[in-house]
């Protein structure tokens, strides 16, 4: 079974669509963190006079926390388990039909592989690749938090890796992924 699932992971690896939906994903990830950015630009210069002074700095402040440390690594886990989700499928949706019409199903069972096998090392390979983008992500989202961090002009608190912090992690991480 274990062979299986290391063949699966190696075909999806050489396939084009694995890459152009990680593509995406970081794609997004970077929209949504400079938008964010270029939002809080906006709103701190923009409404001088027109927003009560205690509102407004209670609003930008929320956004400042959003886009640093440790704030931004729950919005990359928010935004990977959204698109994350919908790209998986379309990933394993293209994995079953690829192999349907190239016929290769056809070849593996033949080789006495049992159905159930089959797509369990399919399905395994497909969280297994999850695992390894939902990895990708958390970096990228902690590299474009210290650009924008960097762009903001502000130093990097780093209190906030304290021996709770990485229990909440994993316990990020977890959900995610389920």
């Known amino acids: ?16 669509m694995l890459w152009i939906l990680l593509g995406i994903m970081i794609a997004f990830l970077a929209l949504l963190q400079f938008g964010m950015y270029f939002g809080y630009r906006s709103v701190e210069n923009e409404s001088r006079g027109q ?17 640093t440390l440790p704030r931004s690594v729950e919005f990359t886990f928010d935004m990977t388990r959204s698109v994350g989700g919908i790209l998986l ?10 192999e349907y019409a190239w016929g290769t199903v056809r070849s593996t069972l033949i080789r006495g592989v049992s159905r159930a096998n ?7 390979a497909v969280l297994l690749i999850g695992l390894a983008g939902l990895a990708v ?6 590299l474009l938090t210290l650009i924008t961090t960097a762009m903001l002009r502000d130093s990097i608190d780093w ?7 990485f229990p909440r992690l994993l316990a990020m991480v977890g959900r995610t992924w389920f």
């Open 137 to 142: 992500a958390l970096v990228v989202g902690v």
């Open 118 to 124: 089959y797509l369990i090392a399919k399905l395994t």
């Open 51 to 67: 927003v009560p002074m205690a509102e407004r700095e209670r609003g930008l402040r929320e956004m400042r926390q959003a886009l």
């Open 159 to 165: 209190s906030f890796l304290s021996g709770l912090f």
């Open 89 to 98: 499928v379309i990933l394993a949706a293209s994995v079953f039909g690829a």
């Open 1 to 16: 079974m274990t062979q299986l699932v290391l063949v699966e992971v190696f075909k999806l690896r050489k396939r084009w």
